[in-house]
């Protein structure tokens, strides 16, 4: 894998990351290239938990991409822990439930998930620069 793909993949992680994980939850990412792809390990200071997924991206797979599918694959992740269990991550402003990411037209969203228009939200906008700087 090449190095603009792990840099795309760090990037991405520095926004899912907080955005779905508490500072005191967290101990250790570690990031690696292998045969089979980019691999990502998160260690959670809880329950000795840790999330594991081996990318079968490519050096063509654009950031955007590479964002929606790690935030989709964490999110599940942390609602299944009990140290997370029961809380929206991240929440949804007014409501009990988390918030959705969408990937639309190119560029990722915050909607609700009952479907309220008034709560959609451009997602991750200090990625913005990025998001057309990193296709490719």
Do not use: N
Not at 86 to 97: I, T
């Amino acid at each position: 894998m090449g190095t603009g793909l792990k840099s795309r993949v760090l990037t991405a992680l520095a926004a899912v990351v907080p955005a779905l994980v508490k500072e005191s939850e967290l101990r250790e990412v570690r990031l690696s290239d292998g045969r089979d792809g980019v691999t990502v390990e998160i260690f959670f200071t809880e329950d000795q938990a840790s999330f594991r997924y081996i990318s079968l991206w490519d050096g063509s797979t654009d950031l955007v991409e590479i964002v929606d599918y790690l935030f989709q694959e964490l999110q599940d992740f942390m609602s299944e822990t009990s140290f997370a269990w029961s809380e929206a991550r991240p929440p949804c402003p007014g409501h009990s439930h988390p918030r959705r990411l969408a990937l639309e037209d190119g560029a990722l969203w915050w909607l609700c998930p009952s479907g309220d228009p008034g709560r959609k939200e451009r997602a991750f906008p200090e990625l913005a620069a990025f998001f057309s700087d990193h296709r490719g």
